[in-house]
């Protein structure tokens, strides 16, 4: 009665990240604890309060696909026509799913990082294609591993995923490894899926660069980002992607046919996030937030035995090899669970490489973070 490829699909990693019993402090979920600014949220009462409860456009409204436009051009130096080339989608996932399924055939394969956010390779499997892992080299010069992607590329590879800052590893992309990157595309005839919805996310010393804004790029890959992260939006699921007409063309139909529109009230929330000025305070207080809870959770593991935190460079995770504990991924997770009620997702569930380790999440308030750390060094100091 189940097709094969909803059996595929687990809600495991959602009840580890979102499920978990009250008593669990949860440091497995990629959601802000901050709440929506309030003028972003009485822009949301006012769309209502002037009848915006009807469908939108598939596209998403021309303003606020103007308002991504002019954003993209400002900050990001790529330039797009809001018309033909700009789609919002109801969240940003939404819109990789939606790009996929314009881009691959099944039998098609497509190059994912490895670790990566589970989402890219079930959604590459939904598709009928197959996702191949494209090791990400951790250490002191952060790095997506080319010469692997080399040996891994064939005639049916067809899409490469980005994601720069990274979830789970933090790691970002520098401009050496783009450039790299950029060659690697060309020379195999690949469509670039750039996730970059943690843009906003970073920590001193690190820079972003938007691959599009490469003009070997430009016409070569799809920019997908989003208000959930940045700009404390996770539940209002409104997101955009960018890119070639004829891409973003299908996109905007099967937006269509799967989704409708976007929620109108969203996109006029969303429209303030990307033009209301305080909205720059907004977010500088955030990341000042974040990058205090980086320092704490980096001062509570870096002296522990047998675990390596790596110094995130950017977004709001902690990648955390564990291996030598003894425990697998999963292990460490589910005792760290039951024996001091402090909740992290297991590596494994990001890629082959990810096994041996986990993602600690410090999107949640201090006081909440330090009772969780103190638990996490209890429990390691118990197993050494």
């Not at 294609?129 to 067809?158: F, I, Y």
């Not at 429209?271 to 305070?281: E, G, I, Q, Y």
Request: proline content about 6%; charged content about 25%; glycine content about 8%.
């Amino acid at each position: 009665m189940i097709s094969e490829r909803a059996k595929a699909v687990s809600a495991e990693p959602f009840r580890l990240a979102l499920n978990l019993p009250k008593d669990v402090i949860r440091l497995s979920a990629g959601e802000p604890d901050f709440e929506t600014p309030s003028f972003v949220r009485e822009a949301a009462k006012k769309a209502l309060d002037e009848g915006f409860t009807h469908y939108s456009p598939s596209a998403g409204y021309e303003d606020l696909r103007k308002a991504v436009a002019d954003k993209l051009q400002r900050e990001n130096g790529i330039v797009c026509d809001c018309e033909r080339e700009v789609v919002i989608t109801p969240g940003s996932s939404s819109g990789i799913f939606m790009a996929l399924l314009t881009l691959l055939n099944p039998g098609d394969e497509a190059l994912v990082p490895d670790p990566a956010w589970f989402h890219y390779t079930t959604l590459v499997r939904l598709c009928g294609a197959t996702p191949v892992g494209l090791p990400v080299r951790l250490g002191e010069n952060v790095s997506l591993d080319l010469e692997e992607a080399e040996e891994r590329v064939t005639n049916r590879t067809k899409v490469l995923i980005l994601n720069s800052p990274g979830n789970p590893t933090g790691m970002m992309i520098s401009g050496d490894n783009l450039k790299a990157i950029s060659e690697f595309v060309e020379r195999h005839n690949l469509t670039l899926i750039s996730d970059e919805v943690y843009e906003k996310i970073i920590y001193p010393g690190n820079t972003h660069t938007s691959p599009a804004s490469l003009s070997a790029l430009k016409e070569r890959t799809l920019t997908s980002n989003g208000f959930s992260k940045a700009y404390a939006m996770t539940g209002w699921r409104v997101g955009y992607l960018a890119g070639p007409a004829e891409i973003i063309e299908k996109v905007t139909a099967l937006n269509g046919y799967v989704l409708v529109c976007p929620s109108s009230v969203s996109q006029q929330a969303a429209l303030v996030a990307l033009t209301d000025p305080r909205m720059n305070a907004a977010i500088t207080g955030m990341v000042d937030r974040f990058t205090k809870r980086r320092k704490m959770v980096l001062d509570a593991l870096t002296d522990l035995p047998r675990i390596r935190a790596y110094p995130p460079q950017g977004t709001f995770y902690a990648w955390v090899d564990v291996s030598k504990t003894g425990m697998s991924s999963e292990q460490f997770t589910y005792k760290l669970i039951e024996s001091e009620r402090v909740g992290v997702l297991p590596g494994n569930l990001f890629g082959e490489r990810g096994k041996g380790h986990v993602r600690i999440s410090f999107a949640t308030g201090e006081d909440l973070l330090a009772q969780a750390l103190e638990r996490i060094r209890t429990f390691i100091l118990r197993k050494s």
